[in-house]
């Protein structure tokens, strides 16, 4: 009799809860809830399968990760110990309702918040930018950037009288993909322009800024290179600017650290040093001389240590404080030597490490280049032209392709950030044969920052290089 006075005392604190907890949420004692939802878990059916490796729940032909029974348990109701699926018919008819009669919170949802056309309608075309003006308090006048070219405004958003004007100062054929200004001058505005995912037809010239509001704009940043010729052949070779008859040097790029530079910045240029000692095998004697310079490296090792790699090269001229690596060809007096370009991999080591740039040469550019350093002061330039693979294709150097523009705020300095890219054009004139291919850039994309908008540097994504000098 004790027992069952006991249980029915249980039973009536546990429907207690469960009454507080389903009409009065006022009064809801959420510490006795959570105490039985502990006790619940405790009791969970799945409480020793979820642990089961894959193998053990294979034997006992269950599925292989715990998803179910993690399920139940997250979705338990806490009084009841289960899943309270009696529930879920109810819960559908409630949101069949709540469709029939919705409330509308997105534009273009319903009548009174549909899209009305702004234009411009002129010459626009698909409008990929734009931007309220944030030197225009009333938040009406909106700038607005076409693929098919130009930068348009108009000064009130709102009426649909007021008319579009095209921006002078900006070529109106010229496709605008994004608009933004800065953060700590609203008075700059910036503009990138082309679009890379239409295979080359809506070519852009860079990026392009204001520095009065969106009047007048330069050309800042990208564009057509100046300094060089459309070409067909990648070109990577050394210059040697202290020879005056000297002949370029071939190279191959290493497989690991960052790619060499080039345009839309200037090529890696600097003064060479030979290393100390020349294998580059222990750490470099002589660090304050190779400090800020370029550092010549001779391949295999001297004293025959076998775990002198490419890596250890590499990483001790980087520690020594150099901006690039030159390894050079050794003979190693094998019978099947040759004087090759190889390239350069890190083998099990962690090349996320390396911050510099390496290059690969033959021996008889390495001792004539050792020779030159030998005799005065050397300054090279490492020329590389494209970063991808090019058989036969035109390649017209420049920084066309503006994808995204971002000026971020940094405690007041404004630091301007540009995904930049390059795109191949494909023009079919009825035959295979008669197929033009043109590269539009040099393949040296990726993400540029500047904090003046004159000076920029390349923010290295360390892609690596396959076996034909590519990046991919």
Same mark, same amino acid.
């Given at each position: 009799m004790k027992k069952l006075y006991i249980y029915l005392l249980s039973l009536i604190a546990l429907f207690s809860i469960i009454y507080l907890y389903e009409f009065n949420d006022d009064s809801i004692d959420y510490d006795s809830i959570r105490k039985i939802h502990e006790k619940n878990l405790e009791k969970s059916p799945y409480k020793n399968t979820k642990k089961l490796s894959?193998?053990?729940r294979k034997e006992l032909q269950l599925p292989p990760n715990p998803y179910n029974e993690r399920l139940w348990e997250l979705t338990m109701d806490p009084i009841l110990g289960r899943p309270k699926t009696e529930n879920l018919y109810i819960i559908q008819d409630e949101l069949y309702q709540k469709s029939l009669y919705p409330i509308e919170g997105v534009p273009g949802e319903n009548p009174d918040m549909? &899209?009305?056309p702004r234009g411009p309608s002129n010459i626009a075309g698909r409008t990929n930018g734009m931007m309220f003006d944030p030197n225009d308090s009333t938040n009406k006048r909106v700038f607005a950037g076409g693929v098919s070219g130009g930068i348009f405004v108009n000064d009130d958003i709102t009426d649909v009288n007021s008319k579009w004007r095209m921006i002078e100062g900006i070529p109106r054929n010229l496709p605008v993909s994004e608009l933004t200004y800065d953060p700590n001058n609203p008075k700059i505005f910036y503009a990138g322009t082309g679009e890379s995912f239409t295979s080359g037809d809506a070519i852009g010239n860079g990026? &392009? =800024?204001s520095t009065d509001g969106g009047n007048t704009w330069d050309n800042i940043f990208g564009g057509r290179s100046d300094s060089e010729q459309v070409f067909k052949n990648e070109k990577v070779e050394i210059e040697i600017l202290t020879e005056n008859n000297a002949d370029p040097m071939f190279f191959i790029q290493a497989s690991f650290g960052p790619n060499l530079p080039g345009p839309p910045v200037s090529y890696l240029q600097n003064d060479i040093v030979i290393a100390n000692p020349i294998d580059g095998c222990t750490t470099l004697s002589n660090s304050a001389q190779i400090n800020g310079k370029i550092v010549l490296i001779q391949d295999g090792s001297i004293d025959g240590d076998t775990n002198c790699d490419y890596f250890k090269k590499v990483k001790e001229g980087q520690t020594a404080g150099a901006k690039a690596v030159i390894v050079? /060809?050794? $003979?190693d007096g094998s019978t099947n030597w040759t004087d090759d370009l190889?390239?350069?991999?890190? /083998? /099990?080591? $962690?090349?996320s490490i390396i911050t510099i740039p390496s290059i690969f040469i033959k021996a008889s550019d390495g001792d004539?280049?050792?020779e030159f350093i030998e005799s005065k002061k050397t300054t090279i330039k490492i020329i590389k032209q494209t970063n991808l693979l090019v058989s036969g294709v035109t390649i017209v150097p420049g920084m066309f392709f503006i994808n995204d523009v971002v000026v971020r705020n940094n405690n007041g300095n404004s630091e301007i950030y540009v995904a930049a890219g390059s795109r191949k &054009? $494909? =023009?079919v004139l009825g035959t295979r044969s008669d197929s033009q291919n043109t590269i539009l850039g040099s393949g040296h994309d990726g993400i540029y920052k500047s904090i003046d908008g004159i000076n920029w540097q390349k923010i290295e994504l360390y892609h690596p290089m396959d076996e034909n000098n590519s990046a991919y």
């Amino acid at each position: 009799m004790k027992k069952l006075y006991i249980y029915l005392l249980s039973l009536i604190a546990l429907f207690s809860i469960i009454y507080l907890y389903e009409f009065n949420d006022d009064s809801i004692d959420y510490d006795s809830i959570r105490k039985i939802h502990e006790k619940n878990l405790e009791k969970s059916p799945y409480k020793n399968t979820k642990k089961l490796s894959k193998s053990e729940r294979k034997e006992l032909q269950l599925p292989p990760n715990p998803y179910n029974e993690r399920l139940w348990e997250l979705t338990m109701d806490p009084i009841l110990g289960r899943p309270k699926t009696e529930n879920l018919y109810i819960i559908q008819d409630e949101l069949y309702q709540k469709s029939l009669y919705p409330i509308e919170g997105v534009p273009g949802e319903n009548p009174d918040m549909a &899209w009305v056309p702004r234009g411009p309608s002129n010459i626009a075309g698909r409008t990929n930018g734009m931007m309220f003006d944030p030197n225009d308090s009333t938040n009406k006048r909106v700038f607005a950037g076409g693929v098919s070219g130009g930068i348009f405004v108009n000064d009130d958003i709102t009426d649909v009288n007021s008319k579009w004007r095209m921006i002078e100062g900006i070529p109106r054929n010229l496709p605008v993909s994004e608009l933004t200004y800065d953060p700590n001058n609203p008075k700059i505005f910036y503009a990138g322009t082309g679009e890379s995912f239409t295979s080359g037809d809506a070519i852009g010239n860079g990026l &392009w =800024r204001s520095t009065d509001g969106g009047n007048t704009w330069d050309n800042i940043f990208g564009g057509r290179s100046d300094s060089e010729q459309v070409f067909k052949n990648e070109k990577v070779e050394i210059e040697i600017l202290t020879e005056n008859n000297a002949d370029p040097m071939f190279f191959i790029q290493a497989s690991f650290g960052p790619n060499l530079p080039g345009p839309p910045v200037s090529y890696l240029q600097n003064d060479i040093v030979i290393a100390n000692p020349i294998d580059g095998c222990t750490t470099l004697s002589n660090s304050a001389q190779i400090n800020g310079k370029i550092v010549l490296i001779q391949d295999g090792s001297i004293d025959g240590d076998t775990n002198c790699d490419y890596f250890k090269k590499v990483k001790e001229g980087q520690t020594a404080g150099a901006k690039a690596v030159i390894v050079y /060809n050794k $003979d190693d007096g094998s019978t099947n030597w040759t004087d090759d370009l190889v390239t350069m991999n890190p /083998n /099990n080591n $962690d090349a996320s490490i390396i911050t510099i740039p390496s290059i690969f040469i033959k021996a008889s550019d390495g001792d004539k280049l050792k020779e030159f350093i030998e005799s005065k002061k050397t300054t090279i330039k490492i020329i590389k032209q494209t970063n991808l693979l090019v058989s036969g294709v035109t390649i017209v150097p420049g920084m066309f392709f503006i994808n995204d523009v971002v000026v971020r705020n940094n405690n007041g300095n404004s630091e301007i950030y540009v995904a930049a890219g390059s795109r191949k &054009w $494909d =023009r079919v004139l009825g035959t295979r044969s008669d197929s033009q291919n043109t590269i539009l850039g040099s393949g040296h994309d990726g993400i540029y920052k500047s904090i003046d908008g004159i000076n920029w540097q390349k923010i290295e994504l360390y892609h690596p290089m396959d076996e034909n000098n590519s990046a991919y």
